[in-house]
T-cell receptor, first 114, second 112 residues
């Protein structure tokens, strides 16, 4: 089983719908992240969390919200999806000590908003 | 804001060649630098992580170097194989420590 699991892997939805992408990890890491990837733009940080009570906005948080339900779970919500949120979304974790800071990624969730 | 640039954007080489991918960053105050591989439509696989105090890291046919003072890192791939075809991403963990800044990647094609 993957250390960082994202669900769903693929989702097609319509403009205005609420969407939740879920992430769970078995690495025991405190830090979790949501990124989105767009062709030609690279990966951009949406939200990050250093522990259950710590949530922070990233570079492109508008239109998104997150919930850290437990150390191992971090979900991303699109309250009212719009077509320019069509992208590949990645969840990632990093080790708790920050002595290495190595990031581990999930397989991605491909979201299409029509 | 840390800016990360990767050159070239795309590269095609015949099998067996040695090759170098380049990554540059604007702020030399970094914690570490990480190289990833991404296959089409897939997640990112960590290849090498170089701490700010290190000059290079090696894993099999891969060697990554770091020169903080010049804001550069290189990923050297020896004896390239078709299975190396993928996009390679460079990411810098700045001293703010909270997240990585990614380059846009180099798309590598190794032809048989």
């Amino acid at each position: 089983d993957a250390d960082v699991t994202q669900t769903p892997r693929n989702r097609i939805t319509k403009t205005g719908k609420r969407i939740m992408l879920e992430c769970s990890q078995t690495k025991g890491h405190d830090r979790m992240y949501w990124y989105r990837q767009d062709p030609g733009l690279g990966l951009r940080l949406i939200y990050y969390s250093f522990d259950v009570k710590d949530i922070n906005k990233g570079e492109i948080s508008d239109g998104y919200s997150v919930s850290r339900q437990a150390q191992a779970k971090f979900s991303l919500s699109l309250e009212s999806a719009i077509p320019n949120q069509t992208a590949l979304y990645f969840c990632a974790t990093s080790d708790p000590g920050h002595t290495t800071g190595e990031l581990f990624f999930g397989e991605g969730s491909r979201l299409t908003v029509l | 804001k840390q800016e990360v640039t990767q050159i070239p954007a795309a590269l095609s080489v015949p099998e067996g060649e040695n090759l170098v991918l380049n990554c540059s960053f604007t702020d030399s105050a970094i914690y570490n630098l990480q190289w990833f591989r991404q296959d089409p439509g897939k997640g990112l696989t960590s290849l090498l992580l170089i701490q700010s105090s290190q000059r290079e890291q090696t894993s099999g046919r891969l060697n990554a170097s770091l020169d903080k003072s010049s804001g550069r890192s290189t990923l050297y791939i020896a004896a390239s194989q078709p299975g190396d075809s993928a996009t390679y991403l460079c990411a810098v963990n700045s001293n703010s420590g909270y997240a990585l800044n990614f380059g846009k990647g180099t798309s590598l094609l190794v032809t048989p």
